[in-house]
């Protein structure tokens, strides 16, 4: 994380961590993000599932609307990541 990790984002990593269901989170995301912003990540995060099925990336485009490049993007942060998305996935016994 190194460059990234600040007092700022550390206040907003405690934001969310104070949500207590979907409900608060759509609208916490809602006044946070963009729409698009919003779809783009659930759409990473459907890929990197997608990946983790072994789906080929030309499937996982069709499916998610995704480019290959971004697929292939999750899919580096899934290899050289930081096992964020493995954290979730096993967080959500995905």
Excluded: H
């Excluded at 934001?15 to 779809?39: H, M, P, Q, W």
């Amino acid at each position: 994380m190194g460059k990234l990790q600040n007092e700022e984002i550390d206040n907003l990593f405690q934001a969310i961590l104070s949500l207590e269901n979907v409900d608060e989170c759509y609208r916490f995301f809602g006044d946070l993000c963009t729409e698009k912003e919003i779809i783009d990540m659930s759409q990473r995060f459907e890929v990197a599932s997608l990946l983790r099925r072994k789906m080929n990336y030309v499937e996982i485009s069709k499916k998610t609307g995704a480019s290959t490049t971004t697929v292939s993007r999750v899919n580096k942060c899934l290899t050289y990541g930081n096992d964020g998305y493995l954290l979730a996935f096993e967080r959500l016994g995905k």
